[in-house]
């Protein structure tokens, strides 16, 4: 019998914590994500003071990807970074599963109609509103950007448009030829939007029957903000209280 010199020993030990190792996590099963569908859910967030609405596909903002929704209407209407205390959960839409693609498309078109809200207007946007003595009046650069950045009521009526292509249609032609390019256009597809305050859908004039409506029921009336840069010092003008 042959004697094993202590690096064989320190050797063969070490094959053998590999060997366990490598068994015991082929044998775990890998953790399942509670994470939903990408897309299923639009979370629609509002600036408390602003009224500015940006809509994420997750419920936590990012900062980048949040400011770039956010248009540049004069001085101090873009903030350096997001503040929790200021953005608050305005809504949240809910597609079926496996209809996540419905729910990008849709995604899509919300932001396309904002910005077409953000860059088209009339001239109320110009002119104060005139009496019948009175002559037109300007308004100021401020106030135009102030009122360009208020898009809650637009984003209501836009939610209620655009969901509302989705109601069940006859006629799969004619769905091609009148459609806005929204995927499951004309299918009937069941929608949940739940609000923060149901008052709020009330800024659109109808909703069609494939849409339910609900409370949501969060934890929290401020939102989570994910940081990916470091924020820059804010103004003293935008540092105001609630």
Same mark, same amino acid.
């Given at each position: 019998m042959?004697?094993?010199?202590?690096?064989e020993v320190? #050797?063969?030990?070490t094959k053998s914590v590999r060997k366990a190792r490598g068994a015991s996590r082929t044998a775990l099963p890998k953790?399942?994500?509670?994470r939903p569908e990408h897309g299923r859910q639009i979370f629609v967030y509002n600036h408390l003071q602003k009224n500015h609405v940006v809509y994420s596909l997750t419920r936590a903002l990012n900062n980048n990807a949040s400011l770039a929704q956010l248009p540049f209407n004069g001085k101090k209407t873009v903030p350096a970074a997001l503040r929790k205390d200021l953005w608050h959960p305005f809504a949240q839409i809910s597609f079926p599963p496996g209809h996540g693609e419905i729910g990008l498309s849709v995604f899509q078109k919300l932001r396309e109609y904002r #910005?077409?809200?953000?860059?088209?207007w009339g001239d109320e946007i110009r002119f104060h509103?005139?009496?019948?003595?009175?002559?037109?009046?300007?308004?100021?650069?401020?106030?135009?950007?102030?009122q360009i950045c208020d898009q809650k009521a637009n984003s209501v009526a836009d939610i209620a448009a655009v969901l509302g292509r989705l109601e069940l249609q006859e006629g799969a032609e004619e769905v091609k030829k009148g459609g806005i390019g929204l995927k499951g256009e004309g299918t009937g597809e069941k929608v949940e939007v739940l609000w923060n305050d149901l008052?709020?859908?009330?800024f659109a004039e109808t909703w069609s029957e494939n849409i339910e409506h609900g409370v949501w029921r969060h934890h929290k009336h401020t939102v989570d903000v994910d940081m990916d840069i470091v924020p820059v010092a804010e103004d003293e003008g935008e540092r105001q209280s609630i």
């Amino acid at each position: 019998m042959s004697a094993r010199t202590t690096t064989e020993v320190v #050797r063969q030990a070490t094959k053998s914590v590999r060997k366990a190792r490598g068994a015991s996590r082929t044998a775990l099963p890998k953790p399942q994500s509670n994470r939903p569908e990408h897309g299923r859910q639009i979370f629609v967030y509002n600036h408390l003071q602003k009224n500015h609405v940006v809509y994420s596909l997750t419920r936590a903002l990012n900062n980048n990807a949040s400011l770039a929704q956010l248009p540049f209407n004069g001085k101090k209407t873009v903030p350096a970074a997001l503040r929790k205390d200021l953005w608050h959960p305005f809504a949240q839409i809910s597609f079926p599963p496996g209809h996540g693609e419905i729910g990008l498309s849709v995604f899509q078109k919300l932001r396309e109609y904002r #910005r077409r809200h953000e860059l088209e207007w009339g001239d109320e946007i110009r002119f104060h509103e005139k009496k019948p003595d009175e002559k037109l009046k300007f308004r100021s650069i401020k106030l135009r950007g102030r009122q360009i950045c208020d898009q809650k009521a637009n984003s209501v009526a836009d939610i209620a448009a655009v969901l509302g292509r989705l109601e069940l249609q006859e006629g799969a032609e004619e769905v091609k030829k009148g459609g806005i390019g929204l995927k499951g256009e004309g299918t009937g597809e069941k929608v949940e939007v739940l609000w923060n305050d149901l008052n709020d859908a009330e800024f659109a004039e109808t909703w069609s029957e494939n849409i339910e409506h609900g409370v949501w029921r969060h934890h929290k009336h401020t939102v989570d903000v994910d940081m990916d840069i470091v924020p820059v010092a804010e103004d003293e003008g935008e540092r105001q209280s609630i």
